[in-house]
């Protein structure tokens, strides 16, 4: 089994960490190139992408957006380019249609596309896998439903365990502690299902 992948998900979540705090600053600066690099004659189209970004939730989506901007612009500046170049004499094209994409715009493509498939690796991680904390990050609101479902079904389990043992009080408590769990926890996370279990073995306990 390939370990490589485990270690540049560690790496990539460190690196987000320690950076999330310049996000801001650095999509703003990005957003603003991005936009006239675009709309070289619309001035007003950059401070509408300044101000969507900073709309944006989360430092680092903020810098993923913007990042897809700048991607996008360099995109359309080589569509561009490679549209004039079709339409000189065959004699006269060169190989440089593609010179508007320059290494840093290819770069800020290359870097929406690695956000992107890291947010959506990060989507689907859960408490303990190596992209975590990524998800705590860019999902907050999911990245406790999913901790909430995890306690609540834990406490549903040793309550349960507490009935099959006879310890009544111990399977009270845990599901009190489960009760003030419940409301954290998503549809998409199984909260009827936990609601449901919960209901359950609250029938158990004695009048």
Avoid at 31 to 49: F, G, I, Q, S
Avoid at 107 to 123: H, P, Q, S
Wanted: proline share 5%; net charge neutral.
């Amino acid at each position: 089994m390939s370990w490589w992948p485990a270690v540049l998900g560690l790496g990539a979540a460190v690196v987000v960490n320690e950076f999330s705090d310049l996000s801001p600053w650095a999509a703003d600066k990005v957003v603003t190139w991005a936009a006239r690099l675009r709309y070289p004659d619309r001035p007003d189209r950059v401070t509408e992408l300044r101000d969507l970004i900073r709309d944006r939730p989360g430092k680092v989506v903020k810098l993923a957006t913007a990042c897809g901007f700048l991607g996008a612009a360099a995109v359309y500046l080589a569509f561009c380019r490679v549209r004039a170049v079709s339409r000189r004499p065959a004699d006269s094209r060169s190989g440089s249609a593609w010179r508007p994409l320059t290494g840093v715009a290819a770069a800020a493509v290359v870097l929406a596309i690695a956000f992107t498939g890291a947010g959506m690796a990060a989507r689907a991680a859960q408490p303990g896998d190596v992209l975590w904390g990524l998800t705590k990050l860019l999902y907050s609101d999911h990245a406790r439903s999913v901790e909430a479902a995890a306690s609540v079904r834990q406490d549903l389990d040793i309550a349960e365990t507490a009935f099959a043992e006879g310890k009544v009080a111990e399977a009270q408590a845990k599901l009190e502690d489960a009760r003030k769990g419940l409301p954290w926890v998503a549809s998409e996370d199984g909260a009827a299902e936990l609601a449901g279990t919960h209901a359950d073995l609250l029938s158990m306990l004695p009048d």
